[in-house]
């Protein structure tokens, strides 16, 4: 975690001295601007010592639900700088030779709207850095300390070693990608990674200016959401070490752009805008690196889930007594097609591939939902010859509670998709946002009746366009959200009409999309393919290509 070595080097910068790096100490911080992501991650870090000797650190980073400011949650709406956005404070030594500094936390805890919930994560990191340092300790022990000392920059050493010797079988070149924030404008999030021989280069120079705050993210954070895509695209077969990997990395940026901000510029929702879609952005680049590699095109992936949507609430619960949460069913999203199969659906998203969504009966007990459904969402995967991951929808109402007040609903690629495709391949979905105002969904209820569409539920309805959206949720209001899916790999015209059939069947693509995307004409009540149909549909389709095609331009997108 990179925002774990950025604010231990600032540690080490400033507080040799004063006050002094101990046995038993732990740090923590929540500084976008020395290493956290935003101001919602905290960062708790811890020296390790064998004997009076510091050897490594240790910690963790854990996003919380509420930590002070204006407005509840992550996102501070309205905000125009970093004054205006949750407070943030430079590391802290919070606990000092193994006693918790009470006037410290006392202060943490007074910001946050989510007390106890916020004092149990503390507790949290702070025993997991002990036990981490005991372990290394244990180690020491029993092997000595320079063995460990050794065994840790081995595998930097070796980490770098096989990732040098990956970059050289790749094809060397500059790919390029430009992909889109919005907020109050639209924000270009522009990359362009040149590989040479066994290095890379990741420039996002070109990147629109910063906002005000709210959507930047700060050059730290835009260094590990960079790492956080090589990861999986190249280093699937060799140990996680960024340390090892930045050797071979140069990251350029600059500052005042959107990710790499200039103080006192805001960054409360960097984690899914300014460094997601640096994440995202070289994700595409690598993709086609891979894609124009012959020893390699099996580990190609298009773009994972391109925009992450988050619900923040706040009110009172069924028990009475005050909640907030956040709703993160989105990161179930679709992951990219690959080179030879397709994305996974409900695969993840690529910042935390092995992450898990909370049961629906978890999400009931705990907040004052009652869901209607959350299920895998046909049309939501990129199209191609291998399609991307189908993803998550959802509908819930509020339940045994009037309403839920504070209703923060929140994502970028609401306009369009951040999932591109990749070979001819199409984009996925965007992420969608709808409330059903005033329905008749208690009487549906009441009668037996589940429904699982709009639809079917009578009431006014009210889309949201904008990337960001605070409203409300009554008793009888229904809300939905469709989220983003991934893209596909090649020509959909060129995917087996058995696949697609199968597709429909299984409800990953509807009967129209595979009619539209696919040129596959499906005879619904038989559930077969027409197969002189779909030879017309598909020469048809081709037949409009032509006619809309132009030449390709010299120096075009890479």
Not at 158 to 172: C, G, K, S, Y
Not at 517 to 544: F, L, N, Q
Request: with cysteine; glycine share 10%; net charge negative.
């Amino acid at each position: 975690d990179l925002a774990l070595t950025a604010t231990v080097k600032d540690i080490m910068r400033e507080y040799v001295d004063d006050p002094g790096i101990n046995p038993g100490d732990v740090f923590m911080s929540n500084d976008p601007y020395v290493g956290a992501c935003h101001q919602m991650d905290i960062t708790v870090v811890a020296p390790i010592f064998v004997g009076d000797e510091l050897i490594a650190w240790t910690g963790s980073t854990v996003h919380q639900i509420d930590l002070g400011g204006p407005v509840e949650g992550q996102v501070q709406i309205g905000a125009q700088s970093i004054w205006a956005e949750q407070p943030l404070f430079p590391p802290l030594k919070i606990v000092d030779r193994g006693l918790v500094r009470r006037d410290l936390e006392r202060e943490y805890l007074r910001r946050t709207r989510l007390p106890a919930l916020t004092a149990l994560d503390l507790k949290a990191m702070i025993a997991g850095c002990n036990v981490a340092a005991e372990r290394v300790q244990s180690l020491a022990e029993r092997y000595g300390r320079s063995d460990v000392v050794a065994a840790i920059e081995d595998i930097s050493d070796v980490t770098e070693a096989r990732f040098r010797a990956r970059l050289r079988e790749l094809p060397d070149g500059t790919f390029k990608h430009r992909g889109y924030i919005e907020y109050d404008t639209v924000y270009p999030v522009v990359v362009a990674v040149t590989k040479q021989d066994d290095s890379l280069i990741v420039d996002f120079s070109e990147s629109a200016d910063q906002a005000p705050a709210v959507i930047n993210c700060t050059r730290p954070a835009c260094v590990g959401a960079t790492v956080a895509a090589i990861l999986p695209y190249l280093c699937f077969d060799m140990p996680w070490s960024p340390a090892g990997l930045q050797r071979a990395i140069d990251v350029r940026t600059r500052e005042g752009s959107v990710v790499h901000a200039a103080w006192p510029a805001g960054v409360s929702k960097a984690t899914t805008t300014g460094s997601f879609m640096a994440t995202i952005s070289t994700s595409v680049c690598l993709a086609k690196m891979l894609a124009a590699s012959d020893a390699h095109r099996e580990q190609f992936m298009a773009t994972w889930m391109g925009g992450l949507f988050v619900e923040d609430v706040f009110g009172i619960d069924q028990r009475g007594e005050f909640f907030g949460a956040a709703i993160l069913d989105a990161m179930a999203g679709g992951s990219g097609a690959r080179s030879f199969a397709d994305g996974l659906d409900a695969g993840g998203f690529l910042d935390s591939p092995s992450a898990i969504i909370a049961n629906v009966e978890d999400y009931e007990f705990t907040y004052p939902f009652l869901y209607l459904y959350r299920r895998i969402q046909a049309d939501t995967g990129g199209a191609g010859r291998y399609r991307g991951g189908a993803t998550v929808s959802m509908s819930y109402i509020a339940h045994d509670v009037d309403a839920i007040p504070t209703k923060i609903m929140h994502a970028i690629g609401t306009m369009q998709p951040g999932s591109v495709g990749i070979a001819g391949g199409y984009p996925s979905c965007t992420n969608q946002f709808v409330i059903l105002r005033d329905t008749n969904i208690r009487d549906l209820l009441g009668s037996g009746v589940l429904p699982t569409d709009l639809a079917q539920i009578d009431g006014e309805l009210e889309v949201f366009e904008d990337s960001i959206v605070r409203t409300s949720q009554r008793r009888d209001d229904v809300y939905r959200v469709v989220a983003m899916g991934g893209g596909g790999y090649g020509d959909p015209l060129e995917r087996e009409p058995e696949r697609v059939l199968r597709d429909a069947i299984s409800g990953a693509v509807s009967v129209v999309h595979a009619r539209e995307r696919y040129g596959v004409a499906i005879d619904e009540p038989t559930m077969t393919v027409d197969e002189d149909e779909t030879a017309r549909a598909r020469a048809e389709i081709r037949s409009a290509r032509r006619a809309t095609a132009t030449s390709a331009k010299p120096g075009g997108p890479g």
